[in-house]
């Protein structure tokens, strides 16, 4: 029967076979199974220092002149290091009086230890009560480590512990702290003496042996998106020579992650489902207490599995899930900053504490199997080929740990992944979108124990975005077939909560697009996961699109192009025959390759119809600033606005949207970046404030003022009803070329009431240049609230492109300035 430390090694072993073809055998060891967390600590800039964001500019300069992914993290991590320093330490606990980690704890025992040593050599009798003390916390420290149940699996370290304080035997701290003193009564200053050092060689320095646990905990705060924190088994790799880059990392860490979780291990499965499920009544009970501190009646926080283990579990199948246990935490994007703060302060400690608690916990697991960790074997598991975004950032987050001065290189963890709990940071789109549309319920784990997990529509979006990235940046990972099988699975599946969503995506686009539907026979009695998709895919950009199109024209013209192109597109190209030739023989299903093809096929065409959409929107967006005469139509219609025309009325414009965003970037002299220009085709761009005149009146009187001055640039200014609202629409007099779906006329400009609140309205007004604008903190949250608005996967990574500006370079220049 193998020793842990000899399971380790020999999973040491596999991690560096997994490497060795690739990579010229960067060798992977055990590591040393400490708990840390890594953050970004402020050097040059203090963090009251909030008018100082010259750094971001410094680090995006530095990223945008590097090349693939690896060159620009360590530009980034360069630049970023001459304002901070990433430091490795214990982790961390942020709200006040939370009980101290384990480690804390025995660091306090030896502190104690070395106090009574000095105490005891002038007056060893005020040593003996403090002794006592020391026997009486070890106990409870035990009590956080293990059970009088379990604590033949301990490891060995805790085990000598156990004996030597007769832990498993005696009921209470208290009985064994009388236990203890019966066996050594006070004494004289030799006898105290012998006491202190038996205390702390059978005791101390046992608890703080680096092999009492087999996993370590790691909480990583220097990644943007959000704070990740780990359970796993760590390994090293690399060697002086041999690095080990962030590739063969994730090759390395996947194969390991692979083998620790093997599908024939029911135990394993079992223990991580218990601690999934003890987590998630923590986190229920704080909830209910941060809604008692916040006197508020909805949801602080809400939590769910994810990945792979989810989508088994949601289809009433959580044994066939895979390796790690990833999770997710949300807090309401919606409260007030301090109180979003106060609750991950409270979040963090609460997951910090049950990490540090369940390392011992996997340690008596493995303890208890030991007969079962003979000669691991690795599995036939699809290789690491780019892990998504999340994985990808928590790779770079730990690649990026600063390197000990006596070592020639820096050393990679490689992680034998355990539990994932991720939790997403406060002013993200990601956070906002998934609290807007992730819907959660309880569905039957390993053991049949309730499990929170998205529904089902969750799945078909998150492997729809997987797929499109695909097609996007036409790469075929050797993943992408598992995900097309993944998603027919799901599509696959009579669930009433997708079946709901997909018939409500059918209404949308019977209704709006019938054409396009009586073209491709999407109806109600057309199940296939082929006519599905397309439903899913054009629903999403109808959705997407409704914030832009000013008139049902728009929505007209998109049928008519859809049903012209889509039978065309259905039948694939070149770059689609390419990429499928790759995916095919991926296709473990053999059964299911004719379904995928027409799967992929969909994505493939929905996934151009948004290439046509955007490409349009940049084109109205250029005539807006670029072409001469509708450049002027605009222009003139916003001078008659901000000098006021001929009858004054009781009311403020402000531009809001791109011309908000552009007059911004204007004044602080930045130049917006393609990738990160808003999509503009019809969007309102001003919103009018009343302060005693009524829109209607309004708009009449600034169409009869504007319409006659712009005539001459061939548009029209006309006030009309949008969706029973009013609104003042400048258009195009005929059709705007080099339009992919052209209307009679197109709509450059829309002027519409502004809302009561929510994340359109803006709460605070600049005045730039004699125009009144909404104020940068303003646009970053229309921004942020469009991008997680959006469901199609181009629509939305062009949006959240544009609220990561907004963010960080227009904000921060603007502080800056």
């Known amino acids: 029967m193998p020793t842990l430390s000899e399971y380790f090694d020999h999973l040491a072993e596999i991690a560096t076979d997994a490497v060795k073809d690739e990579d010229n055998g960067p060798p992977v060891v055990d590591g040393p199974q400490d708990p840390a967390a890594t953050a970004w600590s402020a050097l040059a800039v203090h963090p009251m220092s909030m008018m100082e964001t010259s750094y971001v500019a410094a680090v995006q300069k530095a990223v945008s002149h590097a090349g693939d992914p690896q060159e620009k993290l360590d530009a980034a991590f360069e630049a970023l290091s001459g304002y901070y320093a990433l430091h490795k330490d214990s982790p961390i606990l942020l709200a006040p009086n939370t009980e101290l980690l384990i480690d804390e704890r025995i660091l306090g025992l030896q502190s104690e230890i070395r106090r009574l040593e000095v105490i005891a050599q002038s007056d060893p009798s005020r040593t003996y009560n403090s002794l006592c003390g020391i026997v ?174 989810a989508m088994y579990t949601a289809l009433h199948r959580p044994q066939e899930g895979g390796n790690d246990w990833d999770t997710g935490i949300l807090i309401n994007p919606d409260l007030r900053p301090e109180d979003w703060y106060t609750a991950f302060a409270r979040v963090n400690d609460l997951v910090a504490i049950f990490l540090d608690e369940a390392r011992f916990g996997y340690t008596e697991l493995l303890e208890r199997h030991r007969d079962q960790l003979l000669d691991p074997q690795p599995l036939q598991l699809a290789a690491h080929d780019g892990p998504r975004l999340f994985s ?37 789109v990601e956070l906002r979108e998934h609290w807007r549309v992730l819907h959660i319920v309880k569905a039957e784990g390993i053991d049949g124990i309730a499990t929170p997990v998205p529904t089902l529509p969750y799945f078909v979006d998150d492997f729809s975005t997987m797929i499109r990235e695909a097609i996007q940046t036409n790469t075929v990972g050797r993943k992408l077939a598992k995900r097309l099988e993944r998603l027919l699975t799901v599509l696959s599946e009579p669930d009433a909560n997708l079946m709901e969503h997909l018939k409500r995506n059918l209404v949308t686009v019977t209704k709006a697009m019938p054409m396009t539907a009586e073209e491709l026979e999407l109806t109600p009695t057309k199940s296939d996961p082929w006519s599905m998709m397309l439903t899913w895919g054009l629903a999403a950009l109808l959705n997407d ?86 450049q002027k139509a605009v222009n003139c219609v916003l001078e008659i606005i901000d000098n006021g025309y001929s009858k004054p009325i009781a009311g403020t414009y402000y531009r809001t949207g791109w011309l908000g965003l552009l007059a911004q970037a204007r004044h602080v002299g930045v130049t917006i970046p393609m990738q990160s220009a808003p999509l503009l085709g019809g969007s309102v ?16 009187q600034l169409a009869q003022a504007a319409g006659t001055a712009v005539a001459q640039y061939d548009v029209t200014v006309d006030a009309v009803n949008i969706a029973g609202q009013p609104a003042l629409v400048v258009q195009t007099r005929n059709p705007l070329l080099g339009l992919k779906i052209t209307e009679a006329s197109t ?57 990561e500006f907004v963010l960080l370079d227009l904000l921060g220049r603007q502080l800056k300035t």
């Not at 095919?584 to 493939?604: D, M, Y």
Request: proline share 5%; glycine share 8%.
């Open 685 to 700: 761009e001003l919103y009018y404030r009343a302060e005693g005149t009524k829109a209607e009146e309004a708009f009449d």
């Open 545 to 630: 699109t409704a914030i832009y199109a000013a008139r049902q024209t728009w929505v007209a013209a998109f049928d008519t192009f859809a049903a012209e192109n889509l039978p065309r597109l259905l039948k694939g190209n070149t770059e689609f025959d390419e990429m499928w030739q790759q995916i095919e023989p991926g296709i473990k299903n053999r059964e299911s390759v004719a379904a995928c093809r027409e799967v992929f096929l969909a994505q493939c065409a929905v996934g151009t119809l948004a290439d046509d959409i955007v490409a349009d929107y940049q084109t109205v967006g250029q005539a807006v600033i670029g072409k001469e005469n509708y």
């Open 136 to 309: 009486g916390e070890a106990a409870e420290i035990l009590d956080s480590i293990t059970s009088r149940d379990t604590v033949e699996f301990a490891s060995e370290p805790i085990r000598d512990v156990a004996q030597y304080l007769g832990y498993k035997d005696l009921a209470s701290t208290e009985d064994i702290v009388r236990a203890w003193a019966d066996k050594n009564p006070e004494g004289d200053g030799p006898k105290t003496e012998r006491q202190l050092d038996d205390v702390n060689t059978e005791v101390v320095e046992q608890l703080g042996k680096p092999n009492a646990a087999a996993a370590s905990p790691r909480s990583l705060y220097n990644i943007g998106p959000f704070y990740l924190y780990r359970l796993m088994h760590r390994f090293v790799g690399g060697a002086p020579g041999k690095p080990m880059d962030l590739k063969a990392k994730g090759d390395a860490s996947g194969s390991v992650t692979g083998v620790m979780h093997r599908p024939d291990w029911t135990w394993m499965a079992r223990w991580h489902q218990e601690r999934i499920t003890d987590l998630g009544q923590r986190l229920e009970a704080l909830d209910l207490r941060l809604k008692q501190d916040f006197g508020v009646g909805n949801e602080v926080l809400r939590y769910f599995l994810k990945g792979g283990r």
């Open 392 to 428: 990808r950032l928590a790779l770079q987050a730990e690649h990026a740990e600063p390197m000990r001065a006596t070592e020639p290189f820096r050393p990679a963890g490689v992680n034998g992944e355990l539990i994932d709990i991720g939790v997403s940071a406060r002013n993200t």
């Open 747 to 803: 709509v450059l400009l829309v002027i519409r009431p502004e809302p009561l609140d929510g994340p359109t309205h803006a709460s605070v007004l600049d005045f730039l240049n004699r125009g009144v604008t909404a104020s940068i903190r303003d646009l970053s949250r229309l921004y942020t609230d469009r991008a997680a608005s959006s469901e199609d996967f181009l629509i939305r990574s062009r949006g959240r492109h544009a609220a």
